[in-house]
């Protein structure tokens, strides 16, 4: 599992992410408005919308606040019809990449303020494509194999189409080809998975190993305080923490 994907692990254990529920429904909203905008509010034509309301079902999104986002999406509320998404790209402490994910109603904001969270923690924006070579986009599933042998889990997820596996303990992360995030996860809950989230996502194909404390803490405050940011949908970093290292600062 990546370092980036133990830290999201490690928290949602711990709770850390219930403090931030609202701010968590909100941007599930976005995403879903962005995905209905640009493919139809039909989940079922609609492969982008279907991951993304499925994602927010998963974090307890009421079915009221999805509904309305997918009306926003398709132009039934101004709200909707004004959002835009944009990547933006930069460059943390200790040479990390960061990939972020912003679904705005207004691109100057957004800009100003990422700029000015990557230069209070110790990074830089960087120019359009000065890390995206460092991601591929991927489709990620995280899920649970309870009732399987790790050995049993791993070939159900090979023929359920999975391009890699990591495993620790009975949680499974499975990377897909990104146009068939959808079809591997059916097929996984058909096998008997317990399919906890689902979404494209961009993997690093150069991770930068953190070994010490004072450059952990770094990177992480930079990509928390992204995340807090009202006009950020996700944030990608190549760093890779070690879990014992993880574990002291979450």
């Known amino acids: 599992m990546s370092g980036h994907s133990k830290w999201h692990s490690i928290k949602h254990k711990k709770g850390a992410?219930?403090?931030?529920?609202?701010?968590?429904?909100?941007?599930?909203?976005?995403?879903?408005?962005?995905?209905?905008?640009?493919?139809?509010d039909d989940p079922e034509m609609n492969p982008a919308l279907r991951t993304a309301i499925a994602n927010a079902k998963a974090?307890?999104?009421?079915?009221?606040?999805?509904?309305?986002?997918?009306?926003?999406?398709?132009?039934?509320?101004?709200?909707?019809?004004?959002?835009?998404?944009?990547?933006?790209?930069?460059?943390?402490?200790?040479?990390?990449?960061?990939?972020?994910?912003?679904?705005?109603?207004?691109?100057?904001?957004?800009?100003?303020?990422?700029?000015?969270?990557f230069t209070k923690h110790g990074g830089g924006m960087g120019?359009?494509?000065?890390?995206?070579?460092?991601?591929?986009?991927k489709g990620i599933i995280l899920a649970k194999a309870d009732n399987k042998s790790p050995e049993e889990a791993q070939l159900d997820a090979i023929d359920a189409g999975a391009e890699e596996i990591s495993v620790e303990g009975k949680d499974f992360e499975i990377?897909?080809?990104?146009?068939?995030?959808m079809n591997v996860r059916h097929n996984l809950e058909n096998?008997?998975?317990?399919?906890?989230?689902?979404?494209?996502?961009?993997?690093?194909?150069?991770?930068?190993?953190?070994?010490?404390?004072?450059?952990a803490?770094?990177?992480?405050?930079?990509?928390?305080?992204?995340?807090d940011d009202e006009d950020v949908a996700n944030v990608y970093s190549n760093f890779d923490i070690p879990e014992e290292i993880l574990e002291e600062i979450v």
């Open 17 to 40: 992410a219930d403090a931030k529920r609202g701010k968590i429904f909100t941007k599930h909203a976005k995403l879903i408005a962005i995905a209905a905008k640009e493919g139809g």
């Open 175 to 181: 990377i897909t080809d990104p146009q068939q995030l």
């Open 127 to 137: 120019e359009a494509g000065s890390v995206a070579w460092m991601f591929d986009k």
């Open 59 to 117: 974090d307890n999104v009421p079915n009221a606040n999805i509904e309305k986002a997918v009306k926003k999406g398709a132009g039934e509320g101004k709200e909707g019809m004004g959002l835009t998404e944009t990547i933006y790209e930069g460059f943390g402490p200790a040479g990390t990449a960061v990939y972020v994910q912003v679904v705005t109603d207004n691109k100057n904001r957004a800009v100003a303020s990422v700029k000015n969270i």
């Open 191 to 215: 096998s008997g998975f317990k399919v906890e989230k689902a979404e494209l996502s961009y993997i690093p194909n150069t991770p930068v190993k953190i070994d010490n404390m004072e450059d």
């Open 217 to 227: 803490k770094k990177i992480l405050n930079l990509v928390e305080a992204l995340e």
